[in-house]
Nanobody, 125 residues
Framework: QVQLVESGGGLVHPGGSLSVSCAASQNIDSFNAMGWFRQARGETRTLVAA???????VYAWSVKGRFTISRDSAKNTVFLRLDNLGPEDTAVYYC???????????????????WGQGTQVTVSS
């Protein structure tokens, strides 16, 4: 059973930065895509950023230019750097892994079979 463990969330002031990590229990090169999604209270889970096995990223329009996704196969870890945070970024951030997603479909949370438990990111003054 694949396990994904997120870490690095917390409380940050508006305009601040944060980094979150997702450690996988197996080689992340076995997944076509890995992604970060977020879910605010009362809302559905939506894409933040995803990255393919050959390191092609895709970003939600709301975070493009502020967030950066990366992966380290040697560490079986995917990272998300969050800069210039605003209150609208407050949510639980989930890491997902997909064995079948394509470059076109990896933005869709329904393509992901495996999920972490989530890490809370709160942006508040």
């Amino acid at each position: 059973q694949v396990q994904l463990v997120e870490s690095g969330g917390g409380l940050v002031h508006p305009g601040g930065s944060l980094s979150v990590s997702c450690a996988a229990s197996q080689n992340i090169d076995s997944f076509n895509a890995m992604g970060w999604f977020r879910q605010a209270r009362g809302e559905t889970r939506t894409l933040v950023a995803a990255i393919s096995k050959d390191e092609n990223p895709v970003y939600a329009w709301s975070v493009k230019g502020r967030f950066t996704i990366s992966r380290d196969s040697a560490k079986n870890t995917v990272f998300l750097r969050l800069d210039n945070l605003g209150p609208e970024d407050t949510a639980v951030y989930y890491c997902g892994a997909s064995t079948g997603a394509s470059l076109v479909s990896m933005a869709n949370p329904g393509e992901y079979e495996y999920w972490g438990q989530g890490t809370q990111v709160t942006v508040s003054s």
